[in-house]
């Protein structure tokens, strides 16, 4: 089989890559709109702006895939939200322009999307729950999600939250810094407390819950909606879904780290005005029916945890 990947040097794109290659034996295109990949290459690059409707077709005809992964997206919600029309085109035209380009060459496309499709109130959130975004970062997923399962393709929506893990294209990578959503945080977390440092994580107003994703346990799933010949919406995260204080203590524990470092900060400490963009306060999915579907379980904390410690060292096709 033939897989093409758009954002392939991102931290989602990259480990569909290496899943993809190294357990169902896949030849690979990904596509890459700035820096090659530090990493040797086993598959073909393909260098494109998913926002030019005329070159992504041509790239999917040149290609003729027999499943397209969209994992190419801002993450960086605030730029988003103060500009509408850059979101508009990389978020919405991009998924139009691949959706008719796998209807003109009759490949299944697998839409990466989020949990921040939701609102926050009555969680879990289900694969069938409406959503009900509360920022543009969520209606532009949602906007996607409706054109990808209207359009009349075979296609799969790939629902992840708060993913982490090793970008398998950049090896030495690490986050600058915590970000505002829970994406990254036990990368995060790890640097801090290797450096001894103190973690203070807030348990109120904004994006306080949600289930961390191991990077590889969502593209092993995507993979599975293809392998499974499935269609329609899933829950392709964690199966569990914590705060920041118990996911912090977590990756202490996993990593041998002093515990005592984090706390939940004080009411003092925490600003209501954190982020000047709404977002969820609760991204809680539930992975019940696509555990079922896929016949597969949705890693939980601790083993995911585990499979990540594995991979930080890896050097070989161990998937």
């Given at each position: 089989?033939?897989?093409?990947?758009?954002?392939?040097?991102?931290?989602?794109?990259?480990?569909?890559?290496?899943?993809?290659?190294?357990?169902?034996?896949?030849?690979?295109?990904?596509?890459?709109?700035?820096?090659?990949?530090?990493?040797p290459i086993d598959y073909e690059i393909e260098h494109l702006d998913v926002t030019d409707d005329t070159?992504?077709?041509?790239?999917?005809?040149?290609?003729?895939?027999?499943?397209?992964?969209?994992?190419?997206?801002?993450?960086?919600?605030?730029?988003?939200?103060?500009?509408?029309?850059?979101?508009?085109?990389?978020?919405?035209?991009?998924?139009?322009?691949?959706?008719?380009?796998?209807?003109?060459?009759?490949?299944?496309?697998?839409?990466?999307?989020?949990?921040?499709?939701?609102?926050?109130?009555?969680?879990?959130?289900?694969?069938?729950?409406?959503?009900?975004?509360?920022?543009?970062?969520?209606?532009?997923?949602?906007?996607?999600?409706?054109?990808?399962?209207?359009?009349?393709?075979?296609?799969?929506?790939?629902?992840?939250?708060?993913?982490?893990?090793?970008?398998?294209?950049?090896?030495?990578?690490?986050?600058?810094?915590?970000?505002?959503?829970?994406?990254?945080?036990?990368?995060?977390?790890?640097?801090?407390?290797?450096?001894?440092?103190?973690?203070?994580?807030?348990?109120?107003?904004?994006?306080?819950?949600?289930?961390?994703?191991?990077?590889?346990?969502?593209?092993?799933?995507?993979m599975a909606i293809w392998d499974r010949k499935a269609q329609g919406v899933f829950h392709c995260c964690?199966?569990?879904?914590?705060?920041?204080?118990?996911?912090?203590?977590?990756?202490?524990?996993?990593?041998?780290?002093?515990?005592?470092?984090?706390?939940?900060?004080?009411?003092?400490?925490?600003?209501?005005?954190?982020?000047?963009?709404?977002?969820?306060?609760?991204?809680?999915?539930?992975?019940?029916?696509?555990?079922?579907?896929?016949?597969?379980?949705?890693?939980?904390?601790?083993?995911?945890?585990?499979?990540?410690?594995?991979?930080?060292?890896?050097?070989?096709?161990?998937?």
């Amino acid at each position: 089989m033939k897989v093409f990947v758009t954002g392939g040097t991102g931290l989602v794109g990259s480990n569909i890559v290496k899943v993809a290659r190294e357990k169902y034996d896949a030849e690979v295109v990904a596509s890459i709109y700035r820096r090659m990949p530090e990493a040797p290459i086993d598959y073909e690059i393909e260098h494109l702006d998913v926002t030019d409707d005329t070159a992504m077709k041509a790239a999917l005809k040149k290609h003729r895939p027999d499943l397209v992964i969209h994992a190419a997206a801002s993450v960086d919600h605030e730029e988003l939200e103060e500009n509408h029309e850059l979101g508009w085109r990389l978020m919405v035209d991009a998924v139009r322009s691949i959706a008719e380009g796998c209807g003109d060459i009759g490949a299944k496309m697998i839409m990466v999307s989020s949990d921040w499709v939701f609102d926050g109130i009555d969680i879990p959130f289900k694969e069938d729950t409406p959503p009900s975004p509360v920022c543009y970062y969520g209606l532009l997923k949602v906007v996607g999600e409706t054109i990808v399962n209207t359009i009349g393709i075979d296609y799969g929506i790939a629902r992840i939250a708060a993913v982490y893990g090793r970008n398998w294209a950049f090896p030495d990578w690490v986050p600058a810094e915590r970000v505002t959503g829970f994406g990254t945080l036990p990368n995060w977390y790890v640097e801090a407390l290797g450096r001894a440092e103190e973690i203070v994580e807030w348990t109120k107003y904004i994006n306080i819950e949600a289930n961390p994703t191991l990077a590889s346990d969502c593209a092993d799933a995507m993979m599975a909606i293809w392998d499974r010949k499935a269609q329609g919406v899933f829950h392709c995260c964690g199966r569990d879904y914590m705060n920041r204080v118990e996911l912090a203590r977590h990756v202490a524990k996993a990593f041998d780290f002093d515990a005592s470092r984090i706390r939940a900060a004080t009411e003092e400490e925490m600003d209501p005005d954190l982020e000047e963009y709404p977002l969820p306060t609760r991204s809680c999915l539930d992975v019940a029916q696509t555990e079922r579907i896929l016949q597969r379980t949705n890693l939980g904390i601790e083993e995911s945890l585990e499979v990540w410690k594995r991979e930080r060292t890896d050097t070989g096709r161990n998937i």
